[in-house]
């Protein structure tokens, strides 16, 4: 996929090379090891699925496999967390799972939420269900206009242990921009605190976020509910730390296709990295399973979008592939389905089965 701007829920935003995110869940409860149910030969996947808006596009997914298959049943598993669902996914407590590329590239490398305790398991990619896009705006009258101005200032990257947060400090400590990101003095509290932070003076500048086109995370809508903010402009260090990050895509959107709560934030346009939100399996997933599940979400893909329009709206089937990296093999029903579907990049590596 190439970089570039983007219209309303047209996000698929690619890293330069075709990649995946892919990780894998395990079968669990009463499920057989195959991803049948073990008994009447209906295909089953249990999905983990961490709360907010994850929970409203798993549970689109969810009613839509209700009404257009008839042979894939579905359930929606509570999972702590992105990182949370990795753990579970390893542990066999379910099939598949929805997870981000950021994460996933950590549990892969045993770094970050991994480096003192990994994970055996390596999921595997199936399709590219979300972005979450990310940018910086600052309240007015801080003097703060471009990237290099946060050095020196209160800057919120939301709450701690949110993938946004992880996954924004990870695009800043790079070399292109560390030397900005170590001069911030980067604020600790949950996101129900931040809009009065800000309000008080605390917070100067925080981070946006959301899906293009669809809708803003909740405190971003209140801080410019309630307060004067503007973007704050990208330097080249930034575009460069963010373009060149292994764990996340970027990507520009109109600002009039994705306002924040009607504010005039000073831009026509946002520049933003994203934290690419993926369908991943088990090994142990029938193919079968994971190739119904692949058709439901392409060939209905309105029906899906009806639910939770924050799921991608695919112009083509290869648009599944939009997050998918090279070196996570993708699994092999999801990869039967897009070779029927003349989608296969053969750049990709098709996993093992278990």
Not at 37 to 54: M, Q, Y
Not at 211 to 218: D, F
């Given at each position: 996929m190439t970089k570039g701007s983007v219209n309303r829920r047209k996000f698929l935003y690619g890293t330069g090379a075709v990649g995946i995110a892919g990780l894998a869940g395990c079968s669990g409860g009463g499920d057989g090891g195959d991803g049948s149910?073990?008994?009447?030969?209906?295909?089953?996947?249990?999905?983990?699925?961490?709360?907010?808006?994850?929970q409203d596009v798993g549970l689109a997914v969810e009613r839509a496999v209700s009404q257009e298959s008839d042979t894939l049943s579905y359930s929606t598993i509570e999972s702590p967390g992105y990182v949370g669902t990795i753990r579970r996914m390893a542990n066999n407590q379910f099939n598949a799972g929805i997870t981000d590329n950021n994460s996933l590239d950590k549990a892969i490398n045993d770094t970050g939420a991994f480096e003192e305790q990994g994970v055996e398991r390596i999921p595997q990619f199936g399709f590219y269900a979300?972005?979450?896009?990310?940018?910086?705006?600052?309240?007015?009258?801080?003097?703060?206009?471009?990237?290099d101005d946060l050095a020196g200032k209160n800057v919120y990257p939301a709450e701690p242990g949110y993938s946004t947060r992880a996954t924004t400090l990870d695009v800043w400590s790079q070399e292109p921009t560390a030397d900005v990101y170590d001069q911030m003095?980067?604020?600790?509290?949950?996101?129900?605190?931040?809009?009065?932070?800000?309000?008080?003076?605390?917070?100067?500048?925080?981070?946006?976020?959301?899906?293009?086109?669809?809708?803003?995370?909740?405190?971003?809508?209140?801080?410019?509910?309630?307060?004067?903010v503007h973007y704050v402009e990208p330097t080249d260090a930034l575009r460069e730390s963010a373009e060149m990050f292994a764990g996340a895509g970027s990507g520009t959107t109109a600002y009039d296709d994705w306002p924040i709560a009607d504010a005039d934030i000073g831009t026509d346009e946002v520049f933003h990295w994203n934290l690419e939100v993926?369908?991943?399996?088990?090994?142990?997933?029938?193919?079968?399973?994971?190739?119904?599940?692949?058709?439901?979400?392409?060939?209905?893909?309105?029906?899906?979008?009806?639910?939770?329009?924050?799921?991608?709206?695919?112009?083509?089937?290869?648009?599944?592939?939009g997050s998918a990296r090279e070196n996570i093999p993708v699994h092999r029903g999801a990869v039967q389905y897009y070779k029927d579907n003349d989608a296969w990049d053969d750049s990709l590596t098709e996993g093992d089965s278990a």
């Open positions: 149910d073990g008994g009447s030969g209906e295909l089953s996947l249990r999905v983990g699925t961490s709360a907010g808006g994850t979300f972005p979450y896009s990310i940018y910086v705006i600052a309240r007015d009258g801080t003097d703060i206009e471009t990237f003095n980067i604020q600790n509290m949950g996101v129900d605190s931040a809009p009065g932070a800000m309000e008080e003076g605390n917070i100067d500048a925080t981070i946006a976020y959301g899906t293009p086109g669809v809708r803003y995370t909740g405190f971003v809508q209140e801080i410019a509910s309630r307060i004067d993926n369908y991943t399996f088990n090994p142990e997933a029938n193919p079968d399973a994971v190739y119904e599940l692949c058709r439901v979400v392409d060939e209905h893909n309105d029906t899906v979008n009806e639910g939770e329009a924050q799921f991608n709206d695919f112009e083509s089937t290869g648009d599944m592939l």
